[in-house]
Nanobody, 124 residues
Framework: QVQLVESGGGLVQAGGSLRLSCAAS????????MGWFRQAPGKEREFVAC????????PYADSVKGRFTISRDNGKNTVYLHMNSLKPEDTAVYYC?????????????????WGQGTQVTVSS
């Protein structure tokens, strides 16, 4: 069982930056691929980025590539999402997720555990 708690969301102007954190419980954190997803009002939850257990592979959605960076610290049971050059279209609730099965999961169904989400609002 893994419990995930996101933090770091907030209101930021376009062009600004935020760092999201996701703290995980459980001693097997390092065995999970960790992902970030987001959901805007009226839209489906979409993949943002994920990171393999070693941190060696980090695929991104095309919409955030070059602006967002995912990282993890297995010693602290924490995964991060560094977001730069934020745009109003990045406004959404951001969710952290853990997958014990899929190495490079990009779909919601491929993740076993989810956090409660943190709101990111980018003003123009």
């Amino acid at each position: 069982q893994v419990q995930l708690v996101e933090s770091g969301g907030g209101l930021v102007q376009a062009g600004g930056s935020l760092r999201l954190s996701c703290a995980a419980s459980g001693r097997t954190f390092s065995r999970y691929t960790m992902g970030w997803f987001r959901q805007a009002p009226g839209k489906e939850r979409e993949f943002v980025a994920c990171i393999t257990w070693s941190g060696g592979i980090t695929p991104y959605a095309d919409s955030v590539k070059g602006r967002f960076t995912i990282s993890r610290d297995n010693g602290k049971n924490t995964v991060y999402l560094h977001m730069n050059s934020l745009k109003p279209e990045d406004t959404a609730v951001y969710y952290c997720a853990a997958s014990g099965t899929y190495y490079l999961g990009r779909r919601v169904l491929e993740y076993d555990y989810w956090g409660q989400g943190t709101q990111v609002t980018v003003s123009s």
